[in-house]
């Protein structure tokens, strides 16, 4: 499995801007989409953003479209996630993911195996 080291997280005004890096290792992650996933304190982890493994298609959480882009640098190993126009709503704990399928982008938790730590991300009001 490969080994996903996110950065980037910090504490940040409403309407300010933050730029997540997820760096993959330990085996090349192209060929398999990516995905950024959040936790809350007390809420269920939720599906953010996911881009494909070609980076031709992306999916966003309705409440994220127009402000979050996802992208992914495969010479680097490295999936990013833009953060515009912050909200207190986006404060947890953000994840990035690998799927378990080859080629496949899903919304789905349970389809991802491989996991980072998290980096916390903090918007004041």
């Known amino acids: 499995q490969a080994q996903l080291a996110e950065s980037g997280g910090g504490l940040v005004q409403a309407g300010g801007s933050l730029r997540l890096s997820c760096a993959a290792s330990g085996r090349a992650f192209s060929g398999y989409a990516m995905a950024w996933f959040r936790q809350a304190p007390g809420k269920e982890r939720e599906f953010v953003t996911a881009?494909?493994?070609?980076?031709?298609?992306?999916l966003y959480k309705d409440s994220v479209k127009g402000r979050f882009t996802i992208s992914r640098d495969d010479a680097k190993n490295t999936v990013y996630l833009q953060m515009n126009s912050l909200k207190p709503e986006d404060t947890a704990v953000y994840y990035c993911?690998?799927?378990?399928?080859?080629?496949?982008?899903?919304?789905?938790?349970?389809?991802?195996?491989?996991w980072g730590q998290g980096t916390q991300v903090t918007v004041s009001s």
């Open positions: 993911a690998v799927p378990r399928y080859f080629r496949t982008m899903t919304t789905t938790l349970g389809d991802y195996i491989s």
């Open positions: 881009i494909s493994w070609n980076g031709a298609q992306t």
